[in-house]
């Protein structure tokens, strides 16, 4: 079946530190591979995505890997800021059929 | 302005009482889908359309329906809601996927508490 794996959070980090949000996922064929971001009594908006191996998705100095060898799409972030603080979910969406998935989501919270 | 929109954003009622949850977007999009949020779980996928009166079940779709008679509106019906059913709901929609998965654009949510 299809199925993501998100790190446990909360996550705390001081202002400029280094971010990873690890997420590996299990999918059936080839899926195209998504972070969204939910901010504090918001819906979800897209961060990035990758729809193919090796794909490097990037917005906002964020950065993820579609890794097929290792099913993984780990998050980074060289220097998180405040404003960063929010809800971070990875997704999945097989390339056959119709449904998205989602991990459980990881809870970032950077302080000053 | 490009959006999805949810109403109410917020509702508390009581066991049996038949409620909808509206969802209309204005981008016309062909896919829409209904998820419940809750703590430990993520968001899990409740129904969806590929179109107008195209829809299918997700992975959490009982004690829900779903009707599409137009392509921008998707609402959420609970016909005797239950405790269990207190959850945070998001609508989204996307452009389709016949050309491959895309993002989703999401609602605002809708809170709702069943006493």
């Known amino acids: 079946g299809n199925s993501v794996t998100q790190m446990e959070g909360p996550v705390t980090l001081s202002e400029e530190a280094f971010l990873t949000i690890n997420c590996t996922y299990t999918?059936?064929?080839?899926?195209?591979l998504f972070w969204y971001v939910q901010y504090p009594g918001e819906g979800l908006q897209l961060l990035l995505k990758?729809?193919?191996?090796?794909d490097k998705g990037s917005n906002k100095g964020f950065e993820a890997t579609y890794r097929k060898e290792t099913t993984s799409f780990h998050l980074e972030k060289g220097s998180v800021q405040v404003s960063d603080s929010a809800v971070y979910f990875c997704?999945?969406?097989?390339?056959?059929?119709?449904?998205?998935?989602f991990g459980t989501g990881t809870s970032l919270t950077v302080i000053p | 302005e490009a959006q999805v929109t949810q109403n109410p954003r917020y509702l508390i009622t009581v066991t049996g009482k038949k409620l909808t949850v509206t969802c209309s977007q204005n981008?016309?999009?062909?896919?829409m889908s209904w998820y419940r949020q809750d703590p430990g779980l993520g968001l899990r996928q409740i129904y969806y359309?590929?179109?107008?009166?195209?829809?299918d079940k997700g992975d959490v779709p009982e004690g829900y329906k779903v009707s599409r008679k137009e392509k921008r509106n998707f609402p959420l019906i609970l016909e005797s809601p239950s405790p269990n059913q207190t959850s945070l709901y998001f609508c989204?929609?996307?452009?389709?996927?016949?050309?491959?998965?895309?993002?989703?654009?999401f609602g605002p949510g809708t809170r709702l508490t069943v006493l």
């Open positions: 989204a929609s996307s452009p389709g996927l016949a050309g491959g998965p895309v993002e989703q654009f």
């Open positions: 999918a059936t064929g080839y899926p195209s």
């Open positions: 990758a729809t193919k191996a090796d």
């Open positions: 997704a999945l969406a097989p390339n056959t059929g119709n449904q998205f998935y």
């Open positions: 981008m016309n999009h062909e896919y």
């Open positions: 359309s590929m179109n107008v009166e195209v829809t």
